[in-house]
């Protein structure tokens, strides 16, 4: 079975410094990687994702992720951030039965980013 | 175009008591998702419903869960004689029936129901 790991739970930066949060799936096969974000008071809302082609994806907000299949990871970039990065960060991949393009999400347990203004 | 629905956002129950969760998805979305976020932990998957059919309950506790997307009408989480470890927050998401060649669908979340078990 599919699992996800997140390997920082809790990240405090200062504006202007760069991000990057790790992820890491277990099942070597063809995936799907998403990242999404909750800021607060929000709902989850999706970042980016990578299904196929360019393993350097980009997203929302500066956000962008490197697909890198050999490590079985999908790491969360941005060079500067800004206090209102300030959220929770998810990584997902979507497994097992499916409807067309649709299937369950496996979640990592999620990076809490504080940024200080 | 109103995002996914959850309703109520908060529910308080005492042990014994029955608790529905209900979920509207997003207009022209056919598929639902539920998730459990238990304090402290991620967000874990319990059930796939597309309308009136269970595509997946691989995530589903055996006993007192049950879950249901009728062709009318939005879904139901059903939890029945709640316990104090079913506290936690229940959210839903959808996606639309998109069969193109972009990989999976992006899925779409409600703002969670937080349940209280006192």
């Known amino acids: 079975a599919q699992s996800v790991s997140q390997h920082n739970h809790h990240v405090i930066l200062s504006e202007a410094a760069s991000l990057e949060l790790g992820c890491n799936y277990s099942?070597?096969?063809?995936?799907?990687l998403f990242w999404y974000v909750q800021y607060p008071g929000q709902h989850l809302q999706l970042l980016l994702k990578y299904f196929s082609g360019d393993p350097l994806v980009k997203g929302i907000k500066g956000f962008e992720a490197e697909f890198i299949k050999s490590k079985f990871s999908f790491n969360l970039r941005k060079p500067s951030v800004q206090w209102s990065d300030t959220a929770e960060y998810f990584c997902?991949?979507?497994?097992?039965?499916?409807?067309?393009?649709?299937?369950?999400?496996?979640w990592g347990l999620g990076t809490s980013l504080a940024v200080n203004p | 175009n109103a995002g996914v629905m959850q309703n109520p956002r908060h529910l308080v129950r005492r042990r014994g008591q029955e608790a529905r969760l209900r979920c509207s998805p997003m207009?022209?979305?056919?598929?639902v998702y539920w998730y459990r976020q238990l304090p402290e932990e991620g967000l874990k998957f319990m059930v796939y419903?597309?309308?009136?059919?269970?595509?997946?309950e691989s995530g589903m506790p055996k006993e007192r869960f049950s879950a249901e997307f009728p062709k009318e009408g939005p879904s139901i989480l059903r939890i029945q004689q709640v316990v104090r470890g079913d506290s936690a927050a229940y959210f839903c998401a959808s996606s639309p029936q998109e069969t193109g060649t972009s990989g999976d669908n992006e899925q779409f979340f409600g703002p969670g129901t937080r349940l209280t078990v006192l």
């Open positions: 099942y070597g096969g063809t995936v799907n």
């Open positions: 419903l597309q309308k009136e059919n269970i595509i997946d």
């Open positions: 997902a991949v979507p497994w097992g039965a499916n409807a067309g393009n649709n299937r369950k999400l496996i």
């Open positions: 207009k022209g979305h056919s598929h």
